[in-house]
C-alpha cells in the first residue's frame, strides 16, 4: 500500500515534469544489458541536473556509474566546455554507460574512468586539475566515508556534494546495522564533525522505496 502511492506519485510527478528525459535511452540499455536498477529515480536525476546548473557547474565528479543514468543527467547541465568524470569499478557496466553517454552526445564532456573509486581518487588528486564543482557520491556504501574525505580534497569553497543513499529504509538509525549501514553511518558523523561544509540530508520515498540524500556545500 504505502509503496504503491509513492510509486503512484512519483509517476505523476515525472509523468508531469520530467517528460523530456535526456536518458531515457540509457535506461533501456541498462536493462537490456541485465545491470541492476538502482540508478536515481528520473526525478532524482532532475534534481541533479537542476543543482548543477544553479552552482553553475562547469566540472562534476560522479563516483559509482552503472549504466551512466545520473552521469547523462549531470552532464546535460554542463555548459559545451564543461567536464564531468565519472569513477565505475565493474568493466561492464563502464561499457554500457560509456556506449550510452556516446549516444546522448556526451562522449566528449564524460571520460568513465574504470577501477576501484578509492585508487582513482588519490590519482585525481596527483593529477592536480582544477577542482570540481559538483560531487554526487553513489557507489559501494561501506567506503562512503572515504569518498567523501576524497571529495573535500577534490572540491573549492562553493563546490556541492550529494550523497545518495544516506536512509536505506530507515536502517540508518540502526546502530548495529549492516556493513553498508555502517559506512553511511560513520559519513553521517563525519558529516555532523566537518567544519568544512554546511550540509543536511533529506529522507524520500518513492518508485525506489523509502531513502535519502545528503547535501553539503564547502565552506
Ligand atoms: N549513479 C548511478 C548508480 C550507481 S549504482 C545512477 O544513479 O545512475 C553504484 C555503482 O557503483 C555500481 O555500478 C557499482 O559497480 C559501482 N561501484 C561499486 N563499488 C565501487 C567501487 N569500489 N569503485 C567504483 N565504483 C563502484
Ligand atoms: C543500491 C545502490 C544505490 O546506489 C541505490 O540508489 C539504491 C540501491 C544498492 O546497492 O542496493
Ligand atoms: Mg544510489
Do not use: C
Amino acid at each position: 500500500m504505502t509503496q504503491d502511492i509513492w510509486t503512484a506519485v512519483d509517476t505523476y510527478i515525472t509523468d508531469a515534469l520530467v517528460r523530456e528525459d535526456p536518458a531515457h535511452d540509457a535506461l533501456r540499455a541498462q536493462q537490456e544489458a541485465g545491470l541492476p536498477a538502482i540508478n536515481v529515480a528520473p526525478n532524482q536525476g532532475k534534481l541533479l541536473h537542476l543543482l548543477a546548473r544553479m552552482i553553475g557547474a562547469r566540472r562534476i565528479l560522479e563516483v559509482g556509474t552503472l549504466g551512466g543514468y545520473s552521469t547523462i543527467w549531470l552532464a546535460k547541465a554542463l555548459p559545451s566546455d564543461g567536464r564531468l568524470i565519472t569513477l565505475e569499478f565493474d568493466p561492464r557496466h563502464a561499457a554500457v554507460a560509456t556506449a550510452s553517454i556516446e549516444r546522448a552526445g556526451f562522449g566528449a564532456t564524460v571520460e568513465v574512468r574504470v577501477g576501484p573509486a578509492i585508487e582513482a581518487l588519490p590519482k585525481l588528486a596527483e593529477e592536480g586539475g582544477p577542482p570540481f564543482d559538483l560531487v554526487f557520491i553513489d557507489a559501494d556504501k561501506q567506503s562512503t566515508p572515504q569518498y567523501f574525505e576524497w571529495a573535500l580534497k577534490l572540491t573549492h569553497p562553493g563546490s556541492v556534494i550529494i550523497v545518495d543513499n544516506v536512509v536505506r529504509a530507515g536502517r540508518v538509525v540502526d546502530p548495529a546495522g549492516d556493513a553498508d549501514v555502517q559506512g553511511i553511518r560513520r559519513f553521517q558523523e563525519l558529516l555532523a564533525a566537518s567544519r568544512r561544509v554546511t550540509a543536511t540530508a533529506v529522507q524520500t520515498v518513492g518508485v525506489k522505496g523509502h531513502d535519502g540524500f545528503a547535501l553539503a556545500i564547502v565552506n
